[in-house]
T-cell receptor, first 115, second 117 residues
């Protein structure tokens, strides 16, 4: 059964600090891994998408890493801002990159930035 | 990127009634999906809305409970029928967009927050 596990479940950090969120997955056949940010009361917004051959990808202050051998990914947030308070969801896609993909969603990490 | 709107944004409904949620996309898309996100949980795919044909439902979801329409490439509706408090969730519309590349990106609507009393 395809599974995506995220840790920690929740995290509280001071504004300006860095943090790292973890994602472990057992999804086969692996196609790509995505990180989404979901603000309270809103739909998820894509931050990064990585394929098997990519081991790091950045989007502003967000940097995602992927280790396809250990089936682990991390999302590093640098110099956190109050607007980073949200749930961060790791999503792994199984199947081919040309359609018929199945997405498995993690339960998310709830990040709270305090001033 | 696709811009998705949903109506209503939220609603409070009585047990036994039905609610239809609308999803409008600003461009034609091939794939449209409906998800449910129960409180404190992650997203669960309900079905793929197919244009001009019946939706494809995931295990645990049936057409009688969640009828879906997809009359064209920019619009879809999801009806939550004969509601019970267990149907209280956020319902999200999603579309898939190749964006000129080879990896699809899924875009999500803002969601409809449903509370059933």
């Amino acid at each position: 059964k395809n599974q995506v596990e995220q840790s920690p479940q929740s995290l509280i950090i001071l504004e300006g600090k860095n943090c790292t969120l973890q994602c472990n997955y057992t999804v086969s056949p692996f196609s790509n891994l995505r990180w989404y940010k979901q603000d309270t009361g809103r739909g998820p917004v894509s931050l990064t998408i990585m394929t098997f051959s990519e081991n790091t990808k950045s989007n502003g202050r967000y940097t995602a890493t992927l280790d396809a051998d250990t089936k682990q990914s991390s999302l590093h947030i640098t110099a956190s801002q109050l607007s980073d308070s949200a749930s961060y969801i790791c999503v792994v896609s199984a199947g081919s990159n040309f359609g018929n993909e199945k997405l498995t969603f993690g339960t998310g990490t709830r990040l709270t930035i305090i001033p | 990127s696709a811009v998705i709107s949903q109506k209503p944004s939220r609603d409070i409904c009585q047990r036994g009634t039905s609610l239809t949620i609308q999803c409008q996309v600003d461009s034609q898309v091939t794939m449209m999906f409906w998800y449910r996100q129960q409180p404190g949980q992650s997203l669960t795919l309900i079905a793929t809305a197919n244009q001009g044909s019946e939706a494809t439902y995931e295990s645990g979801f049936v057409i009688d409970k969640f009828p879906i329409s997809r009359p064209n490439l920019t619009f879809s509706t999801l009806t939550v029928s004969n509601m019970s408090p267990e149907d209280s969730s956020i319902y999200l519309c999603s579309v898939e967009d190749l964006g000129g590349g080879y990896i699809d990106t899924q875009y999500f609507g803002p969601g409809t927050r449903l509370t059933v009393l």
